[in-house]
């Protein structure tokens, strides 16, 4: 059973870890929100859960290890290093699709944490990974939404229609 204690600890490190790229992702969102097509509102909520989360899955490690990480997450966080990232040759729409991404891979995790803690007895880590587990689901559903409405938002490329015209024109020439 030792071997199993240590896969999940080993699961769990690897969720938080993979928490920390939604959260600095967020951050780097929130801090450039200047986007009046996307409400700030929804993206600070997303935030404050994600570090929920990751304290939550803190906890875990602390209950089952009796360690946990050397830093908490928003300790690791240097906002301006983040912020100083340049993404703006990204659309909104592409960073949601990067968020909405980093999120449906932890919840791959998260169901490897929910079936190894239910194996190994730790019960009270399973339930905390569920709840985690069913509210990911419905960020990576808010995202998705948010996704389709940035796209329907934004301009179509395409050619406009005076060239299509002129250069028809000038086949019938």
């Known amino acids: 059973m030792k071997a199993s204690r240590e896969n999940l600890i ?3 490190r690897a969720t938080r870890f993979a928490g920390q ?3 600095r992702l967020l951050r780097r969102f929130s801090a450039r929100q200047t986007n009046p097509d996307v409400q700030s509102e929804p993206v600070e ?3 404050s859960t994600a570090l929920v989360h990751q304290s939550l899955l803190s906890q875990c490690l602390l209950r089952i290890d009796g ?3 050397p830093r908490r997450l928003s300790e690791d966080e240097n906002p301006e290093e983040d912020n100083r990232e340049d993404l703006t040759g990204l659309h909104v729409s592409g960073e949601l699709i990067h968020l909405r991404s980093s999120v449906l891979q932890q919840i791959e995790l998260l169901s490897s944490v929910i079936d190894a803690a ?3 007895g730790f019960f009270e ?3 905390v990974c569920e709840g985690i587990l069913t509210e990911k689901a419905s960020l990576a559903s808010k995202l998705a ?3 389709s409405v940035e796209d329907a938002l934004s301009p179509a490329p395409c050619t406009p229609r005076s060239d299509r015209l002129s250069s028809s024109e000038g086949e019938k020439q």
Do not use: Y
Request: hydrophobic residues 50%; aromatic residues 4%.
């Open 10 to 12: 080993d699961l769990l």
């Open 21 to 23: 790229l939604p959260v």
């Open 45 to 47: 909520a997303f935030l």
């Open 67 to 69: 360690t946990t990480e």
């Open 118 to 120: 239910e194996s190994t």
């Open 125 to 127: 880590t399973k339930l």
């Open 145 to 147: 939404a948010m996704i």
